[in-house]
């Protein structure tokens, strides 16, 4: 079965402090991973779209990178504005997105 | 230009009653998905169309069905709702072929109550 795990559940953040989020997928056939940003009672935002190992995209403080069994998200020097839930998902096929439970990202000032 | 919109917002209804959400895709997708996100969880795919047809379903029972129309916007109802029934509703659309740089883009939901 298609499942995609993220950790941490949750992470707290100084501003400033640089960390890293993890999302670990078992798929039959991987047409893309994504990663969106989710702020609370809103949808989910695009942020990146990676479709081989070794690729990698940024954006402002983030910065995604994947593996043959994983990905990354980075962020470098987050901002309060940062503070969010970042989803990571899996395109199986069919255009259907099986999605991880999310990391609640939580930067202090 | 206007992205992915959904109606209502919020609404509330009582068990066994039945409910009909909205979503207009952003111009020029052919594709739109439902999804359904239970609070603390991640979404959950209910349904795919594209060009009006279904072309994918998730674990979901009969009693949540779906249609798109010839402008490619798409209603999801759902039958004899149930308590479980109450969570987020995501629908998202895509660039035609169903797939792009850019994702799927998702509009803002409708938070559905059941009591």
């Known amino acids: 079965e298609d499942q995609v795990t993220q950790s941490p559940e949750a992470l707290r953040l100084q501003e400033g402090e640089s960390s890293s989020l993890n999302c670990s997928y078992t798929v039959s056939g991987l047409r893309g991973l994504f990663w969106y940003r989710q702020d609370p009672g809103k949808g989910p935002e695009f942020l990146f779209t990676l479709y081989s190992a070794g690729e990698e995209k940024e954006k402002e403080r983030l910065k995604a990178t994947l593996t043959k069994k994983e990905s990354f998200l980075h962020i470098t020097a987050p901002k309060p504005e940062d503070s969010a839930t970042y989803l990571c998902a899996v395109n199986t096929g069919f255009q259907k997105l099986v999605f991880g439970t999310g990391t609640r990202l939580l930067v202090s000032p | 230009d206007a992205g992915v919109t959904q109606s209502p917002t919020h609404l509330i209804k009582t068990r066994g009653q039945q409910v009909t959400l909205r979503c207009s895709p952003i111009s020029g997708h052919k594709s739109v998905s439902w999804y359904q996100q239970v609070l603390g969880q991640g979404p959950q795919f209910i349904f795919q169309?594209?060009?009006?047809?279904?072309?994918g379903r998730g674990n979901f029972p009969d009693r949540f069905s779906a249609r798109q129309f010839p402008n490619y916007s798409s209603e999801l109802n759902v039958n004899a709702l149930l308590l479980g029934d109450s969570a987020l509703y995501l629908c998202?659309?895509?660039?035609?072929?169903?797939?792009?740089?850019?994702?799927?883009?998702f509009g803002s939901g409708t938070r559905l109550t059941v009591v």
């Open positions: 998202a659309s895509s660039s035609p072929g169903g797939q792009s740089d850019y994702g799927y883009t």
């Open positions: 169309y594209y060009e009006k047809e279904e072309r």
